[in-house]
């Protein structure tokens, strides 16, 4: 189930229901999603499901759903499983023969596109590109694609995945970088590869990013 990615009056009449009426909650961070349910006024049991468990207890978490009427995965914010390792307790549920449904809501980069101003007929979207291995290859095909790409990316790594874009897209190539979005401090850079890498070599990367990438011409 899908959750605010900032403001939390973004989540659904639909979703707060079933909150209210799950048997149990399985978050990527149990300290943000108490934030959330304290705001909603929600008193539920919570356990974790995180990427540096999932492994480990996808196999259990799908025998204690089967125990349960309704139980609900949320990530610390957006939509599981997009970026996110909730997949393989999708995938395991679907597996055991578990019904699954997706609540539609918040997802990072639907509004940065949208805002982008860049084509959003089609695009590609990638998540977070590789730290090493394959990153090369990524940004190689970011060049040569005639849609739009969408990835996401973090503060620290965001002047360098911009360096490369240059380097490998060139200077003019346009482009649109949102961080924050929904939240007090959202911004949206817009204009080529070099314009925005000067941006935040001058402005000192904060928050969440999305990086649009339009098709080469």
Do not use: W
Not at 51 to 56: D, G, Q
Not at 131 to 138: D, I, L, N, S, W
Request: hydrophobic fraction near 40%.
């Amino acid at each position: 189930m899908p959750t605010p990615i900032g403001n939390l009056e973004d989540i659904t009449l639909r979703a707060i229901r079933v909150l209210k009426e799950c048997d149990h909650i399985f978050a990527e961070d149990t300290r943000e999603t108490r934030k959330l349910l304290v705001h909603l006024g929600i008193d539920k049991p919570i356990s974790s499901f995180h990427l540096n468990n999932e492994h480990a207890v996808v196999s259990k978490t799908v025998d204690r759903i089967q125990s349960m009427q309704q139980a609900v995965l949320v990530s610390d914010a957006g939509t599981p499983a997009i970026s996110d390792p909730g997949y393989l307790l999708v995938r395991e549920c679907i597996k055991a023969g578990i019904e699954v449904e997706c609540l539609p809501g918040p997802t990072a980069f639907v509004p940065a596109l949208v805002v982008s101003g860049i084509p959003c007929e089609e695009f590609h979207y990638i998540g977070f590109l590789p730290h090493k291995k394959g990153r090369e290859t990524r940004f190689k095909a970011i060049a040569i694609s005639e849609v739009t790409t969408v990835l996401y990316e973090s503060p620290h790594r965001l002047l360098k995945t911009l360096e490369q874009l240059v380097t490998f897209c060139g200077p003019e190539r346009g482009i649109s970088v949102s961080r924050e979005i929904s939240k007090k401090f959202e911004e949206t850079v817009r204009g080529s590869t070099t314009d925005v890498l000067v941006h935040f070599q001058t402005n000192e990367p904060r928050g969440e990013f999305v990086v649009v990438v339009s098709g080469v011409k």
